[in-house]
């Protein structure tokens, strides 16, 4: 009896608006537009099969002689020229008589339309204006008349259950209803037939059923709310669309990657390490730690050094086997969650039925009558008037027909704009390579006593200046795509995209050169630890500059935007960089967690106070975009990237340090070693002489996955799989096109015989 | 279980139960929230089968539908008179199509009806016009709502005619995976 419904329960998962639309086939050119054509096309059905269109419309053009034939039958399809005769038989159809749920309801017609009515179809029809519709509800309320007994007696020949069953399925009034049921059932006892009849069982199970579709119900509040930041997100999606919605779910996303990491590492390296400290820590703590990740965490649980390489508790738990193995599992585990979402994200735009989220179904089926708040109502309103609305700028999006010149114009300015871009993103990349080395030979250490700072702070300037460059580029990428003038947001962002892509994975790629070859021949104390230093200050000031950028930067673009440019609405939401800036700050912390066991934790906390902050911003200095687009492929490209340059990247660097570096002598888990993957291998040996029972488990690694001809054998067979899989996908996809067309046939067949039945009763 | 309530006689109750998606004690509780909307009206004695009937003001201010947009179109479907002023027989019926356990066919009929602004039996453009506009607040400029209409009635339209018929609609909402969790309301 709970009437407080409350706003989270109510609602379609919105996560399936960002996604599971497929309007079109995905590859990875989502620029695909679709064919307009089937408005041109009534008798196609509601699935948008563009060939099936263009077919037919060819069909069309080419029976030219029928023409004037198909105008004819058009005109007789129209319900006004139907003579009674035709009306008569087509009533008494098969599927329009005897089926009980397409009987016409007799409540208020029966109060307001009298029995003489039932006389009336069979002459003089075509004297009143909707003649049809009286025809055909006279006719069936008097097919009604005549249903009641034939309802009764249907009921009376089926089983108890049946009975019931149909009785509550028909579209009556409650009080025609019960006199049916008295009439049907009159010859059995008064009681009421669930009571009878009905073994012990199917009563029971009845009962826990509908007992648990209570609880169940009364549950969902309380599990939506546990959804991390659920109304927050639904209230985000009605007012600003898909496109931003899909940038706070994979936030969403990455925090539970990362939250995951956090806890695995926390477990099995940070807890263990933390009550069996090595030795205690030396300096003291100031300020400037925080920034730098140097002096009193240098030698600290936050980086590599700290860990100790024997064993803890005695001889219990050993401290390389548990990272080797620690690191290896995270990372297996973060690859098989993004395999995952990956798929399902594929598996949604390849969808077999296209079209199952068309305009019609929408309008019908998407107001949700559960929801009763007055806030939740307005919601709800919002959501379904942005959705048609990107729905409609989908449809409508013809492209103008441009002139020659127009298009060359077009394709050099395109041109200049990408040359601009790569040029700047080089220039970037050369800048933070000589810094890196420090090739421009600046002597920071004078500039810093001159100014009182401490020395550490010459270690910031990396940091700062690789931050100031994913600051200023994106911003001159935006101004490049406002003189390209693409037409749809969609490819805007698309575009934007790719070259914020281009520019972090140029960043991401030359800093990780320069840690992994001069850093370890540089001979400095512990590398890994100045590498996990450098990796912390990088995320560190990355966090800084984006919050400065959030709190103030787009305030005051929006200041300058309406009082000196302007303009009435607010900017725009840049969804390309920041989705950009998020998947960086994943990457740094990937490649880290090697080298800083913590560096999960901060990741952590910056995305936590990231998704408040960046909703804050929005709310205040953001609008909707003026042309809504529908992002359907947004997450799908998000994972995407994350899936592909970001993680495989950072295992590809992994790997090649666990089994090429030289890990340092002093510090560390894996001192005095060639190389951490040897201690890996080490631990295995040990592992297995103090338990004999997992040699089987090494003799299964040397025979199947050292050996090269398993390896084959095992892609061939999985290539095999999606080999079959893919064709079933199309088999699918080519019986449901055969199977629309059948009822397109069918339904001009119907036509057809309409016509020629006309034209025999005149 | 015990039947130790005098609103109904055994019979009414066992009537109510196999003709709706009620169980007994829900017909009782959904009588006492009948009853809430206007005590003084609704006697607590329905076996001799009083012509009681709610005025639509009543029925529209009960929390589940007060900020439903189409709370005035479901009164008048459902209630017998077709202005919304509804009997108990009408209340029950009305809950039960809207409740989880009725059929898809059976509600898509009604959601039709409810649709129907003109009650033609048919779902014109006019029809549709109201609809969207209620259900986006009238936030759509003329032009969208036109452009839907038009591309609604162009995809759901089998046979033709401009406007929707119940044949179309029930087509149509087969398609529909969540008409059956949207159409429904929790009392």
């Known amino acids: 009896m709970d009437y407080n419904v409350n706003i989270c329960e109510t609602d379609i998962d919105y996560e399936n608006l960002a996604d599971g639309e497929p309007a079109q086939d995905f590859s990875f050119n989502p620029i695909n537009e679709p064919e307009t054509s089937t408005q041109n096309c009534p008798e196609i059905l509601e699935m948008e099969v563009f060939k099936e269109c263009t077919d037919v419309q060819s069909n069309r053009s080419s029976s030219t002689s029928d023409e004037s034939l198909d105008r004819e039958e058009i005109s007789h399809l129209q319900r006004h020229g139907w003579s009674a005769a035709t009306v008569k038989v087509l009533a008494s159809m098969p599927s329009r008589t005897a089926e009980l749920n397409k009987s016409r309801r007799v409540r208020y017609q029966a109060s307001s339309h009298e029995s003489p009515h039932c006389s009336r179809p069979v002459q003089g029809a075509s004297v009143l204006a909707d003649v049809e519709e009286i025809n055909t509800e006279g006719l069936n309320f008097c097919a009604a008349e005549n249903n009641m007994d034939q309802l009764v007696s249907s009921l009376q020949g089926l089983s108890v259950s049946e009975g019931t069953r149909k009785l509550r399925a028909m579209p009556l009034s409650l009080a025609d209803k019960i006199e049916i049921r008295k009439v049907a059932f009159s010859l059995k006892t008064e009681s009421s037939f669930i009571g009878r009849n009905i073994p012990c069982y199917t009563h029971l199970s009845m009962y826990i059923s509908t007992t648990w579709r209570h609880c169940l119900f009364s549950c969902l509040p309380v599990f939506s709310s546990f959804k991390l930041w659920h109304s927050a997100l639904k209230t985000l999606s009605g007012r600003y669309g898909t496109g931003v919605l899909s940038y706070f779910l994979f936030l969403r996303t990455l925090l539970f990657l990362n939250l995951l990491l956090f806890v695995i590492t926390g477990l099995f390296l940070i807890f263990p390490q933390a009550i069996y400290p090595p030795r205690s820590s030396k300096a003291d703590f100031s300020g400037i730690e925080l920034l730098t990740g140097t002096g009193y965490f240098s030698d600290s649980l936050m980086f590599y050094g700290y860990y100790s390489n024997g064993t803890l508790h005695g001889d219990q738990y050993r401290m390389p086997a548990a990272y080797f193995f620690t690191i290896g599992f995270t990372l297996f585990i973060i690859c098989i969650i993004l395999v995952y979402r990956l798929s399902k994200s594929f598996g949604k735009n390849f969808q077999v039925l296209k079209s199952n989220e068309n305009l019609a179904v929408k309008v019908f089926s998407c107001w949700d009558f559960k929801v009763s708040k007055k806030i939740s109502v307005r919601l709800q309103s919002e959501k379904i008037s942005t959705q048609l609305k990107e729905q409609l700028s989908e449809m409508i999006k013809g492209e103008d027909k441009k002139t020659c010149m127009q298009q060359l114009r077009r394709l050099i300015v395109h041109l200049l704009a990408w040359t601009a871009c790569l040029i700047s993103i080089f220039l970037g990349t050369i800048g933070v390579h000589y810094l890196s080395e420090n090739k421009f030979n600046f002597n920071f250490k004078t500039i810093l006593q001159a100014h009182n700072l401490p020395e550490d702070t010459e270690l910031l300037v990396l940091s700062a200046v690789v931050s100031g460059i994913n600051l200023l580029l994106p911003g001159f990428f935006n101004l490049c795509v406002w003189a390209e003038k693409y037409e749809s947001p969609g490819t805007r962002v698309y575009v934007s995209v790719f070259r914020n892509l281009l520019l972090k994975v140029s960043v991401i790629g030359v800093l990780c050169y320069h840690w992994l070859k001069s850093i370890p021949a540089n001979g400095l104390k512990c590398w890994e630890s100045f590498v996990g230093q450098e990796l912390y200050r990088l995320l560190v000031m990355d966090f800084i500059v984006t919050v400065v950028y959030t709190l103030l930067g787009e305030f005051l673009w929006r200041v300058f935007s309406q009082t000196i440019l302007q303009k009435k609405r607010k900017p725009v939401f840049d969804i390309a960089r920041n989705v950009l800036e998020l998947i960086y700050g994943q990457t740094l912390t990937w490649i880290g967690v090697l080298f800083a066991p913590l560096l999960p934790a901060v990741q952590l906390i910056k995305l936590i106070v990231l998704f408040y902050m960046k909703e804050r911003s929005l709310i205040l200095n953001c609008q909707a975009s003026r042309k809504p687009w529908r992002a359907t492929q947004m997450t799908t490209l998000f994972i995407c990237i994350l899936w592909f340059p970001s993680f495989l990247g950072t295992v590809v660097t992994i790997i090649y340090t666990v089994w090429i570096i030289k890990p340092s002598e002093n510090c560390g888990p894996f001192r005095n070693l060639t190389t951490m993957f040897e201690g890996g291998q080490m631990s295995t040996r040990h592992l297995e002489d103090a338990h004999p029972i997992l040699k089987w488990l090494s003799w299964v690694y040397d025979c199947l996955v050292d050996n090269p001809v398993f390896l084959f054998l095992a892609s061939g067979v999985f290539l095999m799989v999606i080999y079959f899989q893919a064709q079933v996908v199309d088999g699918q996809r080519k019986i449901v096109s055969r199977l629309e067309k059948q009822i397109e046939n069918e339904g001009k067949d119907k036509k057809f015989l309409i016509a020629k039945l006309q034209d025999l009763c005149k | ?187």
């Open chain 2, 1 to 187: 279980m015990g039947n130790k309530q005098t609103i109904f006689t055994a019979q009414q109750l066992d009537a109510y139960q196999d003709c709706t998606y009620f169980t007994r004690k829900e017909i009782l509780r959904l009588f006492y929230r009948y009853r809430d909307l206007a005590p003084q009206l609704v006697p607590l004695d329905y076996t001799n089968h009083p012509d009681v009937k709610l005025p639509y003001e009543l029925i529209g201010s009960m929390p589940e539908l007060k900020d439903n947009p189409f709370r005035q179109r479901i009164a008048e479907v459902f209630s017998e008179d077709g202005e919304g002023n509804m009997t108990l027989d009408d209340f029950l019926d009305m809950f039960s199509v809207l409740s989880e356990m009725a059929p898809r066919d059976l509600k898509a009929y009604y959601a039709f009806k409810i649709y129907d602004f003109n009650n033609d039996d048919f779902i014109c453009k006019s029809d549709l016009e109201k609809t969207l506009n209620k259900l986006t607040r009238n936030e759509l400029t003329e032009d969208e709502v036109r452009m839907v209409c038009e591309k609604v009635i162009d995809e759901a339209d089998l046979d033709n005619d401009g406007r929707l018929s119940l044949e179309d609609f029930q087509h149509m909402i087969v398609r529909a995976p969540d008409f059956l969790s949207t159409f429904h309301i929790r009392i």
